[in-house]
């Protein structure tokens, strides 16, 4: 009996879940033109990475959103456990850092259903993340894979275009930049931006020393993320 008691409670944890992000939907709305205070939140994990790097990364975003999109998101990200069921009042998410990152079995049963409800993760290798980071997804979706997305992909040809496709912002192995998604039916579920180091070039431009053209760069690119989330 026990098995079957724990199923029925695993169900209608989901179903509200379900319920608290569609409603988080409507009131957020799906289109971008349509935002009105929506919030965004990172991502805090265990396993002893810093999922706090890149402080001032979204903001930053957030504002250049703000401006060049016409949005309307919070200008101020929370902070919330990759557990928690907070997620479930954000459509979108953000997960970096360059150390390692462990999910429980209860952080990956969260994140799944909150992808499986609507939302959209992410992730964004600070360099070091790769690696636990992949291990880590085969708990939330052990039948699914990583997909890298081609240049024409529509996350590309947003407000901005990336005719090549996800851009290099910080030179670190001499490895080509690669975008990765994951996919519920024909929905992008998850982004992975890897090799780029996209959190730098949104970061205040005193803390990396980047060319205004490639903060300018990373900008527009996470617009296009930011573009393609509200709009899918």
């Known amino acids: 009996m026990k098995p079957e008691k724990n ?27 349509q935002t009105s205070g929506v919030k965004v939140a990172l991502l805090k994990y265990g396993g002893g990475g810093d999922w706090y790097s890149d402080p001032t990364a979204l903001p930053n975003l957030i504002e250049y959103c703000n401006k060049n999109l016409k949005t309307n998101i919070h200008p101020e990200p929370s902070t919330i456990d990759i557990g928690s069921p907070e997620i479930f009042n954000f459509p979108f998410v953000h997960l970096t850092g360059h150390g390692n990152i462990v999910l429980s079995e209860s952080d990956a049963l969260n994140l799944r259903t909150y992808l499986e409800s609507g939302g959209f993760l992410h992730v964004d290798d600070n360099y070091g993340l790769d690696e636990s980071f992949k291990r880590e997804i085969k708990k939330v979706f052990p039948e699914k894979e990583l997909i890298e997305l081609p240049p024409g992909h529509n996350i590309f040809n947003q407000k901005y275009k990336f005719s090549e496709g996800l851009p290099k912002i910080h030179e670190h192995d001499n490895k080509p930049p690669q975008a990765f998604g994951m996919f519920i039916e024909d929905r992008m579920v998850l982004l992975y931006t890897y090799e780029s180091d996209l959190g730098d070039g949104w970061e205040d431009e005193a803390v990396h020393n980047n060319p205004a053209e490639i903060r300018d760069i990373a900008l527009k690119m996470g617009a296009n993320i930011i573009s393609f989330v509200f709009n899918q």
């Open 7 to 33: 199923n029925f409670i695993t169900r209608k944890t989901k179903q509200l879940h379900l319920i608290l992000l569609f409603l988080n939907i409507i009131v957020a709305g799906t289109a971008i033109a």
